[in-house]
């Protein structure tokens, strides 16, 4: 199923056409459905969990040889390599920090990728979102954030971040254009029409 559909990554394109008008900004949105597979999690788990089974053995009645308790070890592994990677499971085990490091380490690299770092006068802008880490992040580069606190786009990104939780990604990506359309217009004021970024929003599914 697609992240968002045609006529809404439209909704978000029109708005951002909309706001660099106003600006000298360069607003680039990016939508992930998640920052990584997380292969190695359900692995780790597993392993950690054959490795204890011994130890649950010991307080049985059976009495099992070096090479029973090897093939049970095993068999857990494989089980539980398997069954933790079902994805409700999968997203359950993975700790917050993992997801938060992942995610973040994603939106850095869009905002490379996609050239925000090259843009005249510094001005560009990424509004990041993974939707598995239900994660978001604005990223400014130095023409703005010299004129813009931190504390501001926090307030946006906290916002926009239950909106994400609440099912509502859209709404999330048009409130965070305009607030951040809002910002932009006040302290990156628009000097000349210029339109250096595609204003269509990047998925990556």
């Known amino acids: 199923m697609a992240l968002l559909t045609e006529a809404e990554t439209r909704q978000v394109s029109d708005a951002i056409a909309r ?7 360069e607003l680039v949105t990016v939508l992930a459905r998640q920052a ?6 359900p692995s780790l788990w597993a392993a950690l969990i054959a ?4 130890g649950i053995i010991l307080f049985t009645p059976f009495w099992l040889d070096v ?3 090897v093939m049970i070890q095993l068999a857990v592994f494989l089980v539980m390599a ?3 990677r079902i994805p409700p499971v999968l997203r359950r085990i993975i700790p917050k920090g993992v997801k938060q490091w992942r ?3 994603l939106a850095r690299r869009q905002f490379l990728e996609n050239n925000l770092h090259h843009t005249e006068g510094e001005t560009g802008l990424l509004i990041f979102v993974s939707e598995t880490e239900r994660y978001v992040e604005i990223i400014a580069d ?3 954030s010299q004129h813009v606190p931190d504390t501001e786009w926090q307030a946006i ?4 971040t239950r909106r994400v939780h609440a099912g509502k990604t859209l709404e999330g990506f048009l409130y965070a254009v305009e607030a951040c359309g809002s910002l932009l217009a006040q302290h990156v004021p628009a000097t000349h029409e210029r339109n250096e970024l595609p204003d269509h929003m990047i998925l990556i599914d």
Do not use: Q
């Open 67 to 69: 090479v029973e308790i």
């Open 82 to 84: 398997v069954t933790l």
């Open 142 to 144: 130095r023409g703005i």
């Open 36 to 41: 990584d597979e997380y292969h190695y999690i």
């Open 103 to 105: 995610a973040a380490n």
């Open 19 to 25: 706001v660099e008008k106003t600006t000298d900004a």
């Open 51 to 54: 490795l204890i089974s011994p």
């Open 157 to 160: 990104v906290d916002a926009f």
